[in-house]
């Protein structure tokens, strides 16, 4: 009897072997179609408004992004019209030393080329963005793009 | 002696490194697709900059107030309309068109108008203004601009159609694929000359703050 008595086993360990593999395919997987987050959002992640003539932005290094929406922190106020530059809340007065800030990280070669991408909230002001678009003509940053996700509006 | 087997190695462990790993890279990055509409600002004029004339027919005004109402050339208007409206507009061709390096571009023989006297006389002097408050809804006023848009790349696609027997999208595209191709970047170019996007911000009003 004591034959059978010591075949009996445990449950046999299930083979995980397999499972750094797909772990590792999701790995690889964002990390080839992610980016790295650059600044911590200040301002609550815009609601972009939606348009059909999107085009997208290239060449991601000789992008200036400029967010405006509303802050987090509720001691800037409610509306949706702040502007956050690099790391922190701003006013549009603020645009030309961040434009030339950026500047100074890229090449001469390349500076015609540089884009500036505002990342509005769809409730903010017109008059925000004309703010912020008249001090980007003064430091002659004339290239922009108005971010807005690719949809279908109607 | 019977050689011992190699025992295996615990690879348990791997399965939480791959982990924080992936952890890792799904909090510090970000999976946007930057896109976006984009525009070239005008540079600042100089101080004693006299604008050029622009007969009043040319110009097509879009407005639209801090209640987020639109109105184009002094009538109310939906936003879906707009774009049609434009079109009408930039592809009138009532008269001929701007003189270049003492050359006229002449009548618009591409266009489909209405060649209606009252509206613009070609694509290359046709001026599509807009005017919002500084109250207006960005969402809103880049609606607008998508619409104006559109409005353009419609004609454009039309008479890259009839002209090359593709859409002035696919035509593009390839361009932007192969730079070098001086043929290709003569029909963009020619494309892009018969219907210029000429659409200029005016200074915002301030009645909604």
Redesign the interface.
Known sequence: MSKFRKKKKGMPAVNTASLPDIVFMLLFFFMVTTTMRETELLVENPRLPSATEVKKLEHKSLVSTIYVGKSKDPKYGTSYNKIQLNDKIATADDVPAFIINERTKVPENQQPFMTTSIKADRESNVGTITDIRLKLRDVNALKISYSASKGDNN | MARRENPEIN??S??D???L??IF??V?????????????????PPADYVPPKIKEKNIFEVN?NFKNELQVEGERMEI?DLKDAAKAFIDNGGGVGKVEDGVGTGPCDYCRGKRSETSSDHPNKAVISVL????????V???V??EL??AY?ELRNRLSKERYGVSFDELEEAYKDDRDNADLKKKVEDIKNAYPQIIS?A??T?L??
């Open positions: 690879a348990g791997m399965a490194i791959a982990f790993l992936l890279f799904l510090t990055t970000t999976m946007n697709v930057d896109s976006g509409i984009s525009k070239k600002l005008s540079e600042k639209l879906k919002s408050d500084r109250g207006t809804e960005y969402g006023y880049l609606k601009q998508n848009l559109r790349s911000d200074e915002p301030s909604g703050n």
